[in-house]
């Protein structure tokens, strides 16, 4: 149990447009969600939390207006990196903890995002 | 400031050797102290976790890690490695200023297992 799914698994786009990431938990409630960035060699760097039903809260530096991230259902976040550019090129990370388990997080496979 | 060290970007091991992968912290409070693994282009994968309790912890795989209070380590441990135990191992610590949890993650030890 505890299954977290990501889709797409990799997504290529043109700069200037927008792409949408979707994290699921499959087997199970998400009450928070988790949106980490990582780039190639270096450690997850946490971008975004995100209960559902309420607005997600960014970490220090990250745009929210452009790292748009919705919690809808107790199943399903989204990120949609808008008006992206090469420098968003990254992968992206998303993990849920599931309601009444308070230490664990479960990943997803992660999304490779590449900008031309 | 909460953190997460690991001082080593490389371990590299020989088939059936033992192998160790360093991990310090600094949390305010008591640590709840987690080991993954993440594979090319994949997510990560629990391995560990210490919460409480017993000091030595046993996890997937064969791994094991010990929490040493008094050093603020929890070193990542197996007795014998496998070449597909090859990857890239992430230390986290649980944020505990953080009001929903998230981990703070250490950088990552690459490990590579030779034949």
């Known amino acids: 149990g505890a299954v977290v799914s990501q889709h797409p698994s990799w997504v290529i786009c043109k700069s200037g447009t927008s792409v949408k990431i979707e994290c699921r938990s499959l087997?199970?409630?998400?009450?928070?969600m988790f949106w980490y960035r990582q780039f190639p060699k270096q450690s997850l760097m946490l971008m975004a939390t995100?209960?559902?039903?309420?607005?997600?809260?960014?970490e220090q530096g990250v745009e929210k207006d452009k790292f748009l991230i919705n919690h809808a259902s107790l199943t399903l976040s989204t990120l949609t990196v808008t008006s992206a550019h090469p420098e968003d090129s990254s992968f992206y990370i998303c993990?849920?903890?599931?309601?009444?388990?308070?230490?664990?997080?479960?990943f997803g496979p992660g999304t490779r995002l590449t900008v031309t | 400031a909460q953190s997460v060290a690991q001082p080593e970007d490389q371990v590299n091991v020989a088939e059936g050797n033992p192998l160790t992968v360093k991990c310090t912290y600094s949390?305010?409070?008591?640590?709840?102290l987690f080991w993954y693994v993440q594979y090319p282009n994949r997510g990560l994968q629990f391995l560990l976790k210490y919460i409480t309790g017993d000091n030595l912890v046993k996890g997937s795989y064969g791994f094991e890690a010990e929490f040493n209070k008094s050093q603020t380590s929890f070193h990542l441990k197996k007795p014998s490695a496998l070449v597909s135990d090859s990857a890239l191992y992430f230390c986290a610590v649980r944020d505990h200023l953080g009001s929903q949890g998230n981990l703070i993650f250490g950088k990552g030890t690459k490990l590579s297992v030779k034949p």
């Open positions: 087997d199970f409630q998400a009450t928070t």
């Open positions: 995100s209960n559902e039903g309420s607005k997600a809260t960014y």
């Open positions: 993990s849920a903890k599931r309601a009444g388990d308070g230490y664990e997080q479960y």
């Open positions: 949390v305010s409070g008591n640590p709840y």
